[in-house]
């Protein structure tokens, strides 16, 4: 039996999920949730053997999440459940310690196997990811070694991606739940490590080098 945690923000999805895994007897949900936080906090109360976790979710995302659950319980599996579009994330994920990649239009039979190879100490790819992946892999190379030329930091990152979505400072403040000037400091290095005079300059810059997908 694998005692399975699912935590996924959109309840359709998550009660959809459950009723799956529920049709096949070797697996138990024994918990769910609908953001990364609540799930790190609460990870102590439960004994759950492999995660099924959603990428981008509010108030702490799976990235964040799985790096929290894997310091807590480095033995624990853990499962990403993925859009095409969470593609820009997959590394970071694999350096959280996700074992698995799942689409969330897999089929049934494909999530089975993922779990059970997960279980077995063996790594699971969906098929039409891992495509996608080798396919952009030099572009990843490429990004990198921009982020890496002109240091910019993981939290940098952050809040540039929000600048580029049209976030003001107010509404990343929120969104990161840091300070609006600790968000003015990091826009401030951020203009000054891509030479760039404005918020609008900088989407540029950062588009232009591919540094940030929409």
Do not use: W
């Not at 959809?16 to 990870?43: H, M, P, T, W």
């Not at 990004?143 to 976030?167: F, H, N, P, S, W």
């Amino acid at each position: 039996m694998v005692n399975i945690i699912i935590v996924e923000d959109h309840t359709l999805f998550r009660e959809g999920l459950k009723s799956l895994l529920a049709a096949n007897d070797q697996f138990n949900v024994i918990a769910e949730f609908a953001n990364g936080k609540d799930f790190v906090d609460s990870l102590f109360d439960y004994d759950p053997d492999l995660v099924l976790i959603d990428i981008n979710m509010p108030q702490m995302n799976g990235i964040e999440a799985t790096t929290e659950a894997k310091i807590k319980k480095p033995d624990l599996k853990i499962i990403a459940l993925s859009m095409y579009s969470d593609q820009k994330y997959y590394y970071e994920m694999i350096k959280a310690g996700a074992s698995g990649f799942v689409l969330k239009e897999a089929t049934t039979d494909e999530l089975e196997k993922a779990i059970v190879d997960v279980m077995n100490n063996e790594s699971f790819f969906s098929p039409k990811l891992l495509q996608q992946v080798i396919l952009n892999i030099p572009n990843m190379e490429a990004k990198q070694k921009i982020i890496q030329q002109l240091d910019i930091t993981e939290r940098e990152m952050d809040v540039l991606k929000l600048i580029c979505q049209g976030m003001t400072n107010n509404e990343i403040s929120d969104k990161l739940f840091l300070s609006p000037k600790t968000v003015e400091t990091h826009k401030s290095r951020l203009l000054k490590k891509t030479k760039t005079k404005n918020s609008t300059s900088l989407i540029i810059f950062a588009l232009k080098n591919k540094i940030i997908d929409l």
